[in-house]
């Protein structure tokens, strides 16, 4: 299992759960509107972003660089606990900062708790008793 985490779930009363606006492709996919609050820290941290956020069928994609490798960030919103989840998705293997550059800008994100960091194996194996409060265990 790799040391380093890439999927995070918070809660944030701050983003559009609500509103289907015009662009929105599919009902209900909300995201857009957290990813372009992740932009300015992102950037600020050394990440190349690359265009504007889009949609796919499962929520919100941000394409970025660090370092020369492809990154993207993948973020929605889960309504049956009302939770945001980001995942990081990248063309090879994650570099370990790029998830500790998300912890840092979403912690200074107002209205964010309940950080929640997970292996995305064992997230997506429904296994989120085995998430931790930041990307990876140091020292």
């Known amino acids: 299992m790799p040391a380093v985490r890439t999927c995070v779930t918070f809660h944030c009363p701050h983003f559009n759960i609500t509103v289907d606006e015009p662009y929105f492709i599919n009902p209900g996919n909300f995201g857009d509107d957290l ?3 992740l932009l300015p ?3 600020a941290r050394g990440l190349e972003i690359i265009g504007d956020p889009f949609q796919e069928d499962y929520g919100w994609v941000q394409a970025f660089l660090r370092d020369e490798r492809n990154y993207h960030l993948a973020a929605g919103f889960r309504p ?8 990081v998705e990248p063309e090879k293997r994650t570099a370990p900062e790029v998830p500790w550059i998300l912890h840092a800008v979403l912690l200074d994100l107002p209205g ?10 064992d997230f997506d194996a429904g296994n989120e008793d085995a998430g931790a409060a930041e990307p990876s265990s140091l020292g």
Not at 80 to 87: C, K, V
């Open 35 to 37: 990813l372009r609050a």
């Open 80 to 87: 049956e606990d009302r939770q945001w989840l980001i995942w």
């Open 112 to 121: 964010v708790r309940d950080i929640r960091w997970h292996h995305q194996e």
């Open 41 to 43: 820290g992102l950037s």
